[in-house]
């Protein structure tokens, strides 16, 4: 067990809905980083959160945005959804907010767009 | 930006046997490189990492090797069992920016 806490586990829904993720860092973490895996497009980075400020942006759409609230916990916001949305969207938290530490992931949210 | 590649993408391997998984980055500034194993249905669990300043690293049955003049680094893993049968991924980090390989799948064949 990572520690870090993504709900739901699973989420269901059709093109142009918009979604809300949610994660829990692990106790003590104050570095939040979202990704997105696909089967053709691997594990890409998105974006990471620390202690509140947004720190790092990665292959992120406009259609995505996420925020970290005063307890730590994140909200990734999928909007306008798309087919190609579909994928497993993973959570990570770090205790600093260099991208080049260890990262502990959460079993992450399985997205299926109908 | 950097760019990861992994090779190779299936690797099966008897019990007992080693295996290693190789990749290569484009970016010579990358200054940290994890690896991570993903069980099906789970999150990728960082097993061993390494910086740029380190040329090998090990714990127990698994080590991690690093050639900056090459810009590549290895995966080894001795003595394999079958719960060592997952989806590894290497991944290296610049800057703001961390990127992962394709994945291997690693089977360990009793």
């Known amino acids: 067990d990572s520690g870090v806490t993504q709900t739901p586990k699973h989420l269901i829904t059709a093109t142009g809905q918009r979604v809300t993720l949610r994660c829990s860092p692990r106790s003590g973490d104050l570095s939040v980083y979202w990704y997105q895996q696909s089967l053709d497009q691997g594990l890409q980075f998105l974006i990471q959160y620390y202690n509140g400020e947004e720190r790092a942006k990665g292959n992120i759409l406009e259609r995505f945005s996420a925020q970290q609230f005063p307890d730590l916990h994140s909200e990734l916001n999928l909007s306008s959804l798309e087919l190609g949305d579909s994928a497993l969207y993973f959570c990570?938290?770090?205790?600093?907010?260099?991208?080049?530490?260890?990262?502990?992931f959460g079993d992450g949210t399985r997205l299926s767009i109908l | 930006g950097e760019n990861v590649e992994q090779h190779p993408s299936t690797l099966s391997v008897q019990e007992g046997d080693s295996a290693v998984i190789k990749c290569t980055y484009s970016?010579?500034?990358?200054?940290?490189f994890p690896w991570y194993k993903q069980e099906l249905g789970k999150g990728p669990q960082l097993i061993i990492d390494i910086r740029s300043n380190v040329g090998e690293k090990k714990d127990q049955r698994i080590a991690v090797t690093l050639n900056k003049t090459a810009k590549h680094f290895s995966l080894h893993i001795t003595e394999t069992q079958p719960e060592d049968s997952a989806v590894y991924f290497c991944?290296?980090?610049?800057?703001?920016?961390?990127?992962f390989g394709a994945g291997t799948r690693l089977t360990v064949k009793p």
């Open positions: 970016d010579s500034a990358s200054n940290y």
């Open positions: 991944a290296a980090s610049i800057n703001n920016d961390m990127r």
């Open positions: 990570a938290s770090s205790d600093t907010g260099s991208v080049s530490q260890p990262q502990h």
